[in-house]
Nanobody, 114 residues
Framework: QVDLMESGGGEVQAGGSLRLSCVPS????????MAWFRQAPGKQRELIAR???????NYKDSVKGRFTITRDMSRNTMYLQMEALKPEDTGVYFC????????WGRGTQVTVSS
């Protein structure tokens, strides 16, 4: 079993920045496409950023150019750097494989005020 721990959320004003972290209980980055997901209030969870074992990345159009997904193998940590935040970025952010293979963590809340 792999446990996922997200952190780094908070409350910011529009235009602000946050960096989220994801630490799995095992080393899984080399063997899995990893992703960040967002669940906005009243909406389904959606994939917003993906990083492949090769290091290739892709993003949902709404966050492209503002969010950056990275990982640090030595720290066994994946990050989501979020810039130019908008109120519509508000939600609970989760990490997992891109197919949700692992048990979902509790996520980290991001609230962006206008």
């Amino acid at each position: 079993q792999v446990d996922l721990m997200e952190s780094g959320g908070g409350e910011v004003q529009a235009g602000g920045s946050l960096r989220l972290s994801c630490v799995p209980s095992k080393r899984i980055f080399n063997a899995n496409n990893m992703a960040w997901f967002r669940q906005a209030p009243g909406k389904q969870r959606e994939l917003i950023a993906r990083i492949y074992p090769s290091g290739a990345k892709n993003y949902k159009d709404s966050v492209k150019g503002r969010f950056t997904i990275t990982r640090d193998m030595s720290r066994n940590t994946m990050y989501l750097q979020m810039e130019a935040l908008k109120p519509e970025d508000t939600g609970v952010y989760f990490c997992n494989s891109d197919i949700g293979m692992f048990t979902w963590g509790r996520g980290t809340q991001v609230t962006v005020s206008s």
